[in-house]
């Protein structure tokens, strides 16, 4: 039953491999990358005037470059992450690695007094987050299945969104008030918190070798009452023809099997839920590069107002991100996008009212941001548990042609390209459109890209794939 004896057992085994702790470690992990890239971004114009000396002419140039730095890495790393995640025995020393890149990066970020050592540490920034995203949902789908995956995500998603919004606002009240180092110290004492959780986490597979768990985890109990309830499986067939509909022929070159993930891109399904992660990144971009400037102009706010003006927003997705992740796992993964997308365009429509004045005028922007938070916190889950879903069909249905892990590292690497792609398209877009159209009509093209997903998450997602023979 065990292939380890009691007395060979790490200390705390049993709190450390718990399902609570892994989630909360992955959490954190994910939380601190978020939290640091939106830490930096507000002070980049800052550290390359003060430090290095840029030209006030360059200043927009090496700020974007950096950005595109970031963004690239982390696109580039992410399936290299993912084949990696996939290939190894344990998650946690690729999981480690991205600490320590993160570490390296903002010791660069903090030190570098040069325009090559900062490429360097955002090159190194958008390596980790590559290995964060990928490696943790890893994690997660290794510990929960996808029995519980829609609260879980849903819950987590909602914490470092709460991070990613909070961010920007905050880094740049830290660097007013206390300079650079204030700045870079909440980032180092989040880095330890992030390090310790990493270092101690202990897998379930790991567990299961000392007879705690099965190696699926604790779930695995509850997966007949969630095979039978699920939504996503379709009436009236036998497990046995519902695998069928996700065979996969035989007949598939060596490319495909050595990244069967692309087999998968086949599935409209698994597309339209990644462009569920692109609108969600990119609102959440969109919102950080714009609310702080719009409140300044409208209502003559400082940084740290500025910064409050993100509250109404973060205070929902903590409450409303594990409810809809709730309703995920028990309603299907179509309906709550479909809902939130639509939801999510009224408040975008709404940002247009709001002009210059007192506090009246400040309710009303707090009030439709606070709207617009609901509606980004119902749409995180269903992008994960309907990929994990689909994945997870191909994977029983094809077990040889996967392998025994699966190749769920892959998919959270697409889903970390379709993610970071959002954040680095959030920003541009909305700064371009703004300039050019104006903030009220902005958010009114948003919301109508908003009903357009929509229209194609009721469309796909939940579907049964049609076979396709080869890629």
């Not at 699920?230 to 497990?239: A, D, E, M, V, Y």
């Not at 408040?347 to 617009?372: D, F, N, Q």
């Amino acid at each position: 039953m065990t292939g380890q004896t009691s007395s060979s057992m790490p200390k705390g085994m049993e709190w450390r491999s718990s399902t609570a702790f892994i989630i909360s470690t992955v959490a954190i992990g994910m939380f601190t990358d978020l939290f640091l890239y939106g830490l930096v971004v507000p002070i980049l114009p800052f550290i390359l005037v003060d430090r290095i000396h840029v030209p006030p002419s360059e200043v927009q140039y090496y700020t974007s470059m950096l950005l595109a730095c970031y963004a690239g890495a982390q696109v580039l790393f992410s399936m290299v992450a993912g084949y990696i995640a996939d290939k190894v025995p344990s998650r946690q020393p690729p999981f480690l690695f991205g600490l320590a890149a993160l570490f390296a990066s903002t010791a660069m970020l903090f030190w570098g007094k040069s325009i090559p050592l900062l490429i360097l540490a955002r090159l190194l920034q958008g390596m980790s987050a590559s290995v964060v995203w990928t490696i943790g949902l890893a994690l997660i789908m290794d510990t929960v299945g996808t029995a519980k995956l829609g609260v879980t995500i849903g819950s987590i998603f909602s914490m470092i969104s709460v991070g990613e919004l909070a961010a920007p606002p905050l880094g740049g009240v830290l660097y007013k008030k206390g300079g650079s180092i204030a700045v870079f110290g909440i980032g180092v004492g989040l880095l330890g918190v992030d390090f310790i959780m990493r270092l101690l986490v202990i897998e379930k597979k790991t567990a299961a070798t000392y007879g705690l768990v099965s190696e699926s985890g604790e779930e695995d109990e509850e997966e007949g009452e969630a095979s039978e309830t699920s939504p996503l499986l379709s009436n009236g067939r036998t497990k046995q023809e519902e695998l069928e509909m996700w065979r996969v022929p035989e007949n598939q070159p060596d490319w495909i099997r050595n990244l069967p993930i692309l087999y998968c891109l086949g599935n409209t399904r698994l597309l339209v839920s990644q462009l569920l992660a692109f609108t969600q990144a990119t609102l959440l971009a969109m919102f950080d590069s714009t609310i702080v400037i719009e409140a300044q102009v409208l209502f003559g706010f400082d940084s740290l107002k500025a910064g409050l003006i993100f509250i109404p927003q973060i205070l929902p997705c903590l409450v409303v991100g594990p409810l809809a992740g709730r309703a995920v796992d028990k309603y299907g993964a179509r309906p709550i996008a479909t809902l939130g997308l639509i939801f999510l365009s009224i408040p975008l429509v709404l940002l247009r009212i709001p002009h210059a004045g007192g506090a009246a005028e400040i309710a009303k922007m707090s009030a439709i941001l606070s709207l617009s938070g609901i509606g980004i916190s119902m749409i995180s889950a269903p992008s994960i548990v309907e990929a994990s879903y689909v994945v997870e069909q191909y994977h029983a249905a094809n077990e040889d042609f996967f392998g025994k892990q699966g190749p769920y590292g892959q998919l959270y690497a697409m889903s970390s390209i379709a993610f970071s792609a959002g954040l680095t398209v959030g920003p541009v877009a909305a700064g371009a459109m703004r300039n050019s159209i104006g903030y009220g009509n902005m958010n009114a093209v948003m919301a109508g890209f908003c009903a357009c997903v929509s229209l194609l998450a009721w469309r796909y997602l939940g579907t049964i794939p049609k076979k396709i023979d080869s890629i």
